[in-house]
């Protein structure tokens, strides 16, 4: 199924000597597809015997990736729902694909839920919040990140405990953030636009719930140590006096030395896609060594890397990450089987760029035995808020926040004009939107089971091993 696209231009302008559509006209546009695409129907979601079967789905996505770390993948989708959720980004697409959209298509994250915002630092040392995974980015329907964020806020509180007011409260606190960020976003020139952001100092001081404020106050002090030089002791150790990766099987493993040659050639071609200053600050340090190491949930089966480098001193180190990146799951729901990117690394890269307003200066990407990856430092002061640790009371807060950052997004890129004339205020979308991701955990929760019982009967692989479906390794 695709979809027919309005004249958005996600992909970027092409000249500056063609004028724009009035920013008036794009919102009175927007405004018109309300006739379209009611708000009512953002509401809607049923399974149907035409649904893509999920289980088939999820194997299908499986191809392709390393047989022995399969079954860690489906363990920890197996954990709860939300471990599901997480994982099931391929699902998720095919579902929100055949419902109603205004076809308004920006640069969207395609795996938006509440799991994948959190800290970094940026280009300045200053640590910020964002969109923190864009591995699925793709230009496509607002609504299809929306509809995953929403229903993804539910299914997170249903698994915390709380009650479904709470969760009804906090889908309609994200949608009407979301509204309110666009149409402040849409008034602005587009360079200002483009300078928006949410640093971590700032985000402290707007949240009013006590609880949230210190949890966003813990997690970002403990995301301020995640850096090179202060994981340093923890990830690796000194052997005959070389500084080698600890490996902790099968999590991380150490790789052979014509792989590891493979990959550092892969870093010299991924040197050309930096900027030249960077390029040259890279370019200054040395491979020490290189281990494979699982992390996340939907990435794990697929190659990743972690790389040391090493500078002009034994403390001088620096860690790069390479994953590997397929083609988004939202793609053939957009344009088919027509291939618009050349290189699904530089794809993540460029649209995590358009997505956040400051990225880390060292993304970039490469081709390694015909895989292609992108490349990103491996400890930037990452972090997240830990969903357990997300009292009832402050779900609402949070759930705001992330609608505002997701909002940023995707007016970053096209379309703020008419997603701010369609959605007005965004209360009516957010009743709206609430019922939508009520149904939506329903199903989510179903899928879950069914996942279980298929992998316990066999027909997918899944890891006995308690510690590997448990261990979430931040990326």
Wanted: glycine content about 8%; some cysteine.
């Amino acid at each position: 199924m695709t979809h027919r696209v309005l004249p958005t231009r996600a992909d970027g302008f092409g000249s500056v000597r063609e004028a724009p559509s009035s920013r008036a006209d794009r919102f009175a546009l927007g405004r018109s597809l309300r006739a379209k695409v009611p708000y009512d129907a953002l509401g809607e979601w049923a399974e149907t015997p035409a649904r893509f079967d999920p289980i088939a789905l999820i194997a299908m996505s499986h191809v392709g990736r390393v047989a022995d770390l399969v079954g860690i993948r489906v363990a920890r989708m197996a954990t709860t729902p939300y471990g599901f959720y997480r994982g099931s980004a391929v699902v998720m697409a095919a579902d929100v694909a055949s419902l109603p959209s205004t076809g308004i298509h920006p640069v969207i994250c395609g795996d938006a839920h509440l799991g994948n915002f959190g800290f970094y630092r940026s280009p300045e040392g200053a640590q910020v919040i964002d969109l923190n995974d864009f591995d699925e980015a793709h230009p496509g329907a607002w609504e299809w990140d929306v509809r995953r964020l929403v229903a993804s806020v539910w299914v997170a509180g249903r698994e915390n405990g709380y009650s479904e007011d709470a969760c009804a409260a906090s889908v309609r606190s994200c949608v009407v953030e979301y509204a309110a960020e666009v149409d402040k976003l849409a008034t602005l020139p587009l360079l200002a636009r483009s300078y928006n952001r949410l640093d971590v100092s700032h985000l402290k001081d707007s949240v009013q719930e006590r609880t949230l404020r210190e949890e966003i106050k813990r997690a970002a002090r403990t995301a301020r140590k995640r850096t090179s030089d202060r994981v340093l002791p923890k990830l690796t150790e000194e052997v005959d006096g070389h500084r080698l990766i600890v490996p902790e099987p099968p999590l991380t493993t150490s790789v052979g030395p014509q792989e590891a040659d493979a990959i550092a050639a892969g870093l010299d071609d991924y040197l050309g896609t930096l900027v030249p200053h960077w390029r040259r600050v890279v370019g200054g340090y040395t491979v020490e060594d290189v281990a494979h190491r699982v992390v996340g949930v939907g990435s794990v089966g697929l190659r990743a890397y972690v790389v040391l480098l090493v500078g002009s001193s034994p403390d001088d180190v620096l860690f790069l990450q390479l994953k590997q990146a397929r083609r988004s799951v939202l793609a053939r729901f957009v344009h088919g089987e027509e291939a618009w990117h050349a290189h699904q690394g530089q794809r993540v890269v460029e649209y995590q760029q358009a997505l956040q307003t400051v990225s880390d200066p060292l993304l970039g990407w490469t081709t390694i035995d015909g895989r292609e990856y992108y490349v990103r430092q491996f400890r930037n002061m990452k972090g997240t808020v830990p969903l357990n640790a997300i009292r009832e009371d402050a779900l609402s807060d949070y759930a705001g926040i992330v609608g505002r950052l997701l909002a940023k997004g995707h007016a970053r890129t096209s379309g703020a004009s008419m997603i701010s004339g369609y959605l007005g205020d965004g209360y009516a979308a957010g009743e709206a939107l609430a019922r939508f991701a009520r149904l939506y955990a329903d199903q989510t929760e179903a899928d879950w089971a069914t996942l279980v019982a298929a992998a316990r009967a066999g027909k997918l692989p899944m890891a006995d091993d308690a510690h590997m479906a448990s261990a979430f390794r931040p990326g």
